[in-house]
């Protein structure tokens, strides 16, 4: 099957830095989330609740960051938001749904954005996370486009196909696509074929990046999608 592959900025050490994103990313109370969970693994910590446990030590103590959020260009949220999340798929880390109409070849983002929320009002609704009925809560909302940038104040972190980068301010783009041109370039695309579990990549027109580019490409998708590679 064929599906997009995007890239992502963000700042880490006050300096800008760039990878490629094949699923999902989180910015926020996502990217907390993941943190303690990688932290909890690194401790050696294993079992199928350990996201879960991770995502209710989080909630007792996040809380909503100033954000503004812009879609192509284009201001679509200046408030106090909770959590974002930015997929190309729609499944992330411990079977969430939170871009449960993410399609992974339509050549947009989905952007789920959860504005302020109570940490008790987060838990009663928890079940939404998983069940693909986000958008029924008044406080979530959802865009699409082909590019997507968002700034905080204070920064915020960010998460990208399970892996925690850096920092706000973050963008969303495919490759070779500018902010300022009015027409972004066609995003990556990349065929996998499936055998007994594991994900073998049998063409890509990664010849669209230049040379040198290719190796920060199969760093920034291994271990995320591919368990082998031909």
């Given at each position: ?7 992502v ?52 103590r996040?809380?909503?960051t ?82 997507i ?24 783009s495919?490759?070779?696509?500018s902010?300022k ?6 995003p ?19 010849n ?12 920034g ?6 368990y082998?590679?031909?």
């Amino acid at each position: 099957f064929l599906q997009d592959v995007g890239v992502v900025s963000y700042h880490k050490a006050t300096y800008k830095q760039e990878r490629y994103m094949a699923n999902v990313a989180g910015v926020g109370f996502d990217a907390v989330v993941n943190r303690r969970y990688n932290h909890l693994k690194e401790e050696g910590k294993r079992g199928k609740w350990l996201y879960l446990w991770s995502t209710l030590k989080a909630l007792l103590r996040y809380s909503s960051t100033g954000v503004k959020v812009y879609v192509d260009d284009e201001l679509v949220v200046n408030d106090l938001v909770y959590s974002a999340t930015i997929g190309i798929g729609r499944y992330n880390g411990g079977g969430m749904l939170q871009t449960p109409d993410a399609v992974a070849d339509d050549g947009l983002f989905d952007l789920t954005v959860i504005r302020k929320m109570s940490w008790l009002s987060v838990l009663f609704h928890f079940k939404v996370l998983f069940n693909g009925k986000i958008y029924r809560l008044s406080k979530t909302s959802l865009n699409r486009g082909r590019r997507i940038r968002i700034e905080s104040s204070p920064e915020i972190a960010l998460e990208v196909d399970g892996e925690a980068l850096g920092y706000s301010p973050s963008g969303w783009s495919w490759p070779n696509a500018s902010w300022k041109k009015e027409a972004p370039a066609s995003p990556l695309r990349i065929e996998f074929w499936k055998i007994k579990n594991k994900t073998i990549v049998l063409q890509t027109n990664l010849n669209k990046i230049k040379n040198e580019k290719k190796s920060t490409f199969i760093t920034g998708l291994r271990g995320v999608v591919f368990y082998g590679l031909r």
